[in-house]
């Protein structure tokens, strides 16, 4: 018997995406199948170039189609194609054009290096083939320029549009506060004046097309928080925290924030985790241990890992190169990608499942 599109079909509905519990077929990851006598061609067409299961999901398809009587040879092309974030629905805030999902990486106090996650998340996305806009949302302290090396370039203006031009840095496009204010001059603003500078980032530069836009938010709960949760529609929110009891106790403050804003937690990360040893690459608790972890079960949100203290993770930031991009094969790049592709995983799940309860309400 030959070889048939329907026979190639039919197998690989026993393909199970381990996010979403559905099979590619029904999910529609299936696309151009061809076969040519006893050659068997097709594409995979995943949510996220970020995926994490990318080579679990490639070896299934290969092994259950091998399976069908007459196959010889098997031709698979992985691609991807972000979803837009649509949870919030017509009645919520107005979507930025091009700008498929938002995330806001945030923190309950100071110090935690939450803008040096935020650049890392950013450049590791980038490096595995997204589209990634940076937005630099600390008004009062920005520090994106000075971690992604671009703190002596300004912004240009498309007249024709009136839209400010992002600068573009390891595949990422910024907007930052520190690209408009003197080098050192300390912004004295009222809560008012914040919520406007982050709303004109949002609407007034030309981000194009975008998948995940990141938004390193300054710390706590105040105006730039509930400007950005109210003016756009957030795919979710990425929690960083150290690992001290206390810094766990302040980190629910903020996750309670989002969840009485309707803004999903999308997971948490414990920055600092233990110092790792440059000499004898051994791991030091410093700072207590486990309290990223504990605080994610009792909030119920995924625990997306542990950063390093890492004396190449501070070095890299204050020279301007992220350490995803300096070092992409060391311990710490390692983690970064690990957390931005758990971080793309759940914002697909989150997006697949609006969709099928859309079509099946």
Known sequence: MPVTQEDVVKALTAVIDPDLHKDIVTLGMLKSVVVDGSNVSFTVELTTPACPLREEIEADCRRVVSEIPGVQEITIEMTARVRENKGRGAAGPTPIPGVKNIVAIASGKGGVGKSTVSANIACALAQMGAKVGLLDADIYGPSIPLIMGVEDEKPETDE??????????????????????????????????????????????????????????????????????????????????????????????????????????????????????????????????????????????????????????????????????????????????????????????????????????
């Open 160 to 361: 024709a549009k009136e839209k400010i031009l992002p600068i573009e840095r390891y595949g990422v496009k910024l907007i930052s506060m520190g690209f408009l204010q003197p080098g050192g001059a300390a912004v004295i603003w009222r809560g008012p004046m914040v919520a406007k500078a982050v709303q004109q980032f949002l609407r007034d530069v030309e981000w194009g097309e975008i998948d995940y836009l990141v938004v390193d938010l300054p710390p706590g709960t105040g105006d730039a928080q509930l400007t950005l949760a109210q003016a756009i529609p957030l795919s979710g929110a990425v929690v960083v925290m150290t690992p001290q009891d206390l810094a766990a106790a302040v980190a629910v403050k903020a996750v309670s924030m989002f969840k009485r804003l309707d803004v999903p937690i999308l997971g948490i990360v414990e920055n600092m985790s233990y110092f790792l040893c440059p000499s004898c690459s051994a791991r030091h608790h410093v700072f207590s241990h486990g309290g990223g972890r504990h605080a994610a079960e009792a909030l119920e949100a995924p625990f997306f890992g542990e950063i390093p203290l890492a004396l190449d993770i501070g070095d890299d930031a204050d020279h301007g190169t992220p350490s995803v991009v300096v070092n992409p094969d060391g311990e710490s790049a390692q983690v970064f990608r690990s957390i931005a592709s758990q971080i793309a995983a759940q914002i697909s799940i989150r997006n697949r499942s609006f969709t099928l309860l859309t079509m099946t309400s």
